[in-house]
């Protein structure tokens, strides 16, 4: 559900992918790349299009470019399919967030920054306010913060995971349904 074309124009002309055309620049040994050359590399190196796929979950641009289906026009056999498809396809731009590892998310690095900051409160409860005969109650406390933070992070890493196959179980219904009604490729990619 990734249109292609519209991959190759933002590698070529959207600051945020400079990295990917600097290593398909490379790759090529050519300063300037057509946009023909970009879509072959892509289909050469899958994992170019994975990178491209990250930095987009990552910056929360969705990596599905096919726009709802109008059900205007069709007929009243494919109706349900394409509702089908429709809701399938609002589903997968909302759960796609969790196609990243947990390891990559941004929920970890949350968890992180929050126990630092526990963690420099502790100190500066300790040593800046002079709380010395209070320090094991504030390292106890700070002990307890990591176990909810370590129970918590357990918790969102099963969420991820749970969501991931949730997401690639849908997406691969959505393929199915759509080659299913045989929707024409110009209906397909009218991008957002």
């Known amino acids: 559900m990734i249109d292609y074309s519209r991959v190759a124009d933002e590698i070529q002309n959207v600051g945020l992918y400079d990295f990917i055309l600097q290593d398909i620049q490379k790759s090529l ?3 300037s790349l057509s946009e023909d050359e970009i879509l072959e590399v892509l289909q050469k190196n899958p994992e170019i299009l994975e990178e ?8 929360n641009i969705s990596n599905i470019h096919i726009e709802n289906i109008g059900v205007d026009a069709l007929s009243i056999d494919k109706l349900p ?5 429709n809701v399938n396809l609002d589903l997968l731009r909302e759960i796609e967030k969790y196609t990243l590892s947990f390891e990559e998310s941004p929920t970890l690095v949350f968890i992180f920054s929050i126990e630092f900051f526990v963690l420099f409160s502790v100190q500066y409860f300790i040593v800046l306010l002079g709380l010395k005969e209070w320090q094991w109650e504030i390292y106890g406390t700070f002990a307890l913060s990591v176990v909810l933070a370590w129970m918590y992070a357990k918790k969102q890493k099963e969420k991820y995971e ?9 997406y691969a219904d959505t393929e199915h349904l759509m080659s299913e009604i045989g929707l024409a490729e110009e209906l397909l990619f009218k991008t957002r």
Request: hydrophobic fraction near 30%; proline fraction near 0%; glycine fraction near 4%.
């Open 81 to 85: 399919t394409v509702q089908k498809i």
């Open 162 to 170: 749970i969501n991931n196959k949730r997401f690639q179980h849908i």
């Open 29 to 31: 040994g050519k300063a």
């Open 52 to 59: 491209y796929k990250s930095t987009n979950v990552v910056n």
